[in-house]
């Protein structure tokens, strides 16, 4: 496990586009979430510590935002071959342990991962109406044996800010955790390996 902390996308960057699988291989479009208000896309997967740590909070924050209208992606994009734990059968039973009310999608060729600069599981990606990135930082300040509470307050100010039509404070601390696995020779050059 190597600590890894967010790349911190620039922010205005228009949300990259993909198609890709949930593990019951139906796809699902970024452009199914154009008429969303605020999109959170998130890079994450089932084994790393920091994911876990924060999985509870998580399936909450969904929930507690299910009837607004923002709208929330996972995606996996770490090795399978060499980290089973995070395959597309496990991740069914991922969304069903955790409860997760949001699509958890599988990046199989790590593009999408790429294309937004993902470092870390997990890595926080909040985007506008307009599909303009407006935060990419931390979920909350609480880490795996940290004794800090999972509040998601950071995350959660971001939301509550975009939905309201303002623009989160570009004070931002990047998130941190495992870096995604990537596959061998499929690195990409901004890989803090």
């Known amino acids: 496990?190597?600590?890894?902390?967010s790349t911190m996308l620039a922010l205005g960057t228009k949300a990259p586009d993909f198609s890709l699988p949930n593990p019951q291989g139906t796809l699902v479009h970024l452009a199914d979430f154009r008429s969303a208000k605020a999109l959170l896309v998130?890079?994450?997967?089932?084994?790393?510590?920091?994911?876990?740590?924060?999985?509870?909070?998580?399936?909450?924050?969904a929930k507690d935002y299910q009837d607004t209208e923002l709208a929330?992606?996972?995606?996996?994009s770490n090795d399978v071959a060499n980290y089973p734990e995070d395959h597309p059968d496990k991740m069914a039973q991922e969304i069903i342990d955790r409860d997760y009310i949001f699509p958890y999608l599988y990046d199989e060729d790590?593009?999408?991962a790429k294309a937004y600069q993902a470092a870390c599981t997990p890595d926080f990606f909040l985007f506008d109406a307009e599909q303009n990135l407006v935060?990419?930082?931390?979920?909350?300040?609480?880490?795996?044996?940290?004794?800090?509470?999972?509040?998601?307050k950071d995350l959660r100010q971001a939301i509550e800010q975009t939905l309201a039509g303002q623009k989160p404070s570009s004070e931002q601390?990047?998130?941190?955790?495992?870096?995604?696995?990537?596959?061998?020779?499929?690195?990409?050059?901004?890989?803090?390996?």
Not at 1 to 5: N, R, S, Y
Not at 72 to 76: F, K
Not at 173 to 193: A, D, F, M, Q, V
């Open 42 to 61: 998130i890079f994450m997967c089932n084994h790393c510590p920091y994911v876990k740590h924060i999985a509870p909070a998580l399936s909450q924050l």
């Open 1 to 5: 496990m190597a600590k890894t902390p």
């Open 173 to 193: 601390i990047p998130s941190l955790g495992c870096n995604i696995k990537w596959k061998s020779g499929n690195e990409p050059t901004y890989s803090r390996l």
């Open 135 to 152: 935060y990419r930082g931390q979920f909350d300040d609480s880490r795996p044996q940290n004794n800090q509470a999972v509040t998601g």
């Open 110 to 112: 790590q593009s999408v």
């Open 72 to 76: 929330i992606i996972a995606i996996n």
